[in-house]
């Protein structure tokens, strides 16, 4: 299976801020079927980005993805408060679907 | 819009059984392939099982396989997770998931349930 390693593990950043979160995988993902999900507190996880750099219905603009292969990026250009959660990112494109440990982004 | 509504989670001893449901409203339930994800306290998320849109074909990962079973009822609109020999690293929140995408397509999970707790401890 596809490992999705993710780093840094912690971010400490300040609102209006960018930042830029890492994915690798461990071979190459299959139609860059790779996404990313936002894991707030008390919350399910929200589908942010697929595809590789498709965003998902209702997700703000300051939201973008990148990347092919085996290397792929999120990036927030300017942080609001709520971006404060924890990201994902996940390939779909060989079975199992694999997900990367997680990224936390805290202020 | 979509809903999905998980149950069944609780305590339970080692090696006891379970079923997992979740009430699926707000879309075509017989045209989305359908997934449990669980999360165990402090890790990250995990992929579970698959049910295909139209219930032909499951899969699961390799630490489950043998032990769960996914199921759906077409008529209920509900997908179920029969868990069976159950151990203290099936702890987790299970969450019922649903593709973005029709018909079997390779897709991404676009919504996601609240999910339902299980522990296994004596």
């Known amino acids: 299976e596809i490992v999705l390693t993710q780093s840094p593990g912690t971010l400490s950043m300040s609102p209006g801020e960018r930042v830029a979160l890492s994915c690798r995988a461990s071979q190459s993902v299959f139609g860059n079927y790779l996404a990313w999900y936002q894991k707030r507190p008390d919350q399910a996880p929200r589908l942010l980005i697929y595809?590789?750099?498709k965003r998902a219905t209702g997700v703000p603009d300051r939201f973008s993805g990148s990347g092919s292969g085996t290397d792929f990026t999120l990036t927030i250009s300017r942080l609001e408060p709520e971006d404060f959660a924890v990201y994902s990112c996940q390939q779909y494109g060989s079975s199992p679907p694999t997900f990367g440990q997680g990224t936390k982004v805290e202020i | 819009q979509v809903q999905l509504v998980e149950s069944g989670g609780g305590v339970v001893q080692p090696g006891r059984s379970l079923r997992l449901s979740c009430a699926a409203s707000g879309f075509n339930f017989n045209t989305y392939g359908m997934h449990w994800v669980r999360q165990a306290p402090g890790k990250g998320l995990e992929w579970v099982a698959v049910?295909?849109?139209?219930?032909?074909?499951?899969h699961y990962a390799e630490s489950v396989r043998g032990r769960f079973t996914i199921s759906r009822d077409k008529s209920e609109n509900t997908l179920y997770l029969q868990i069976n020999s159950l151990r203290p690293e099936d702890t987790a929140l299970y969450y019922c998931?649903?593709?973005?995408?029709?018909?079997?397509?390779?897709?991404?999970?676009?919504?996601w349930g609240q999910g339902t707790l299980v522990t296994v401890s004596s």
């Open positions: 049910s295909a849109y139209d219930g032909s074909n499951t």
């Open positions: 998931v649903k593709d973005l995408r029709a018909y079997g397509r390779t897709a991404p999970f676009d919504n």
């Open positions: 595809d590789a750099s």
